[in-house]
């Protein structure tokens, strides 16, 4: 996961990074995993900047979904902050750019979402349910986005 | 190109809300 070189760009880019290790910073681990409930390794938990966990990674992930699940918690910490514009580009990002991993669903549901909360446009929630009908049809997020058209 | 991850976590939550950036912690058990 890490040594991929988009992944290491995304993370400089976009998050001051830290970690705790389980036996050489085993004190830190402890008081960390219990802060934020991590119990297991490789968790990733992407803080925004008041440190409140908007997204969790548990488990080793190959690169391409590894780094789709970081661009969406980067989005997702977009949205917390109800920054619509931006959350709404780096949701579309992923659909576009790692469209065949697992996150791209998830982000194609958030981004007529986040359209929506921007604009309050409910054409933004009916060309979303409209575009699962042409991918990701068996997906739980297609389900989620059926409602909407 | 790598990542410089701190451990110092209290340090970089500090930083993260100074420069109003998000935090990216991965507790780790792989060897260093």
Do not use: C
């Not at chain 1, 910073?25 to 938990?45: C, H, M, R, V």
């Not at chain 2, 990542?3 to 998000?22: C, E, G, M, T």
């Amino acid at each position: 996961m890490w040594p991929d070189q988009r992944v290491v760009k995304f993370v400089n880019d976009n998050f001051l990074p830290a970690r705790v290790h389980a036996k050489d910073d085993s004190a830190l681990f402890q008081k960390f995993g219990e802060k934020y409930n991590a119990q297991w390794t490789p968790t990733i938990l992407e803080l925004d900047s008041a440190g409140v966990e908007r997204h969790r990674i548990e488990g080793f992930l190959p690169a391409d979904e590894f780094l789709a699940q970081l661009m969406l918690g980067r989005a997702q910490i977009a949205f917390s902050q109800q920054q619509w514009d931006e959350a709404e580009r780096r949701f579309r990002e992923i659909v576009e750019r790692l469209p065949d991993t697992d996150a791209a669903p998830e982000a194609l549901y958030w981004a007529g979402a986040t359209a929506y909360k921007g604009s309050h446009d409910p054409s933004s929630l009916t060309k979303t349910a409209e575009a699962f009908r042409e991918r990701y049809q068996d997906s739980t997020w297609a389900k989620k986005a059926s409602v909407w058209g | 190109m790598e990542i410089n991850f701190a451990h110092d976590v209290d340090n970089v939550l500090k930083q993260a809300s100074q420069l109003n950036k998000p935090v990216l912690l991965d507790f780790s058990a792989a060897p260093m």
